[in-house]
């Protein structure tokens, strides 16, 4: 039975929520599926990506091949790394706990990547904010500008006419 990972997509029109699962290759895109290995929101940002490692390492050792959406999804995880690892440490030119310390220092660094993006994200939205303010002030003052003539004349209108009427 050839077993593929791959998305089955949930979510309403618009709005795409995505389940990465272990399926049958001959299975409906959103049918049975053999295992739930974790969900993809494609609507945050950056994406939200929850994913049981162990389970997709265990799925790609026993020859399921990931689809090139889902393989980007573990890749970005690091399951594909994981499972290389692995390989490694199966054929000895690793040990467990190099394998194990290689796969953490990748972990907190693409933590960190992430994290900068989400920060830059946030300095960005702030900053539009402010710009926007900015131009807010600057058009009300202009719209106060051209008001003040008006008023001034009608003033001086005003006492154009009292002066004439006491004449």
Request: proline share 4%; no cysteine; glycine share 6%.
């Amino acid at each position: 039975m050839p077993v593929k990972i791959r998305l089955q997509r949930h979510g309403k029109k618009g709005k795409p929520y995505y389940w990465i699962v272990a399926a049958d290759a001959r299975s409906k895109r959103d049918g049975k599926y053999l295992e739930k290995l974790g969900a993809y929101n494609p609507n945050t940002n950056p994406a939200t990506v929850e994913l049981n490692v162990d389970g997709a390492v265990k799925w790609l050792q026993n020859g399921a091949q990931p689809t090139d959406t889902a393989k980007n999804l573990l890749s970005y995880k690091g399951a594909l790394l994981k499972n290389h690892l692995a390989g490694g440490v199966k054929k000895g030119a690793l040990t467990e706990e190099q394998a194990e310390a290689k796969f953490t220092a990748w972990l907190e660094e693409k933590a960190a990547k992430v994290q900068a993006k989400a920060d830059g994200l946030s300095d960005a939205e702030a900053k539009a904010k402010a710009d926007a303010l900015a131009a807010e002030k600057a058009v009300n003052e202009a719209r106060i500008a051209a008001a003040a003539p008006v008023i001034e004349e009608t003033e001086e209108a005003a006492e154009v006419e009292a002066s004439n009427e006491e004449e």
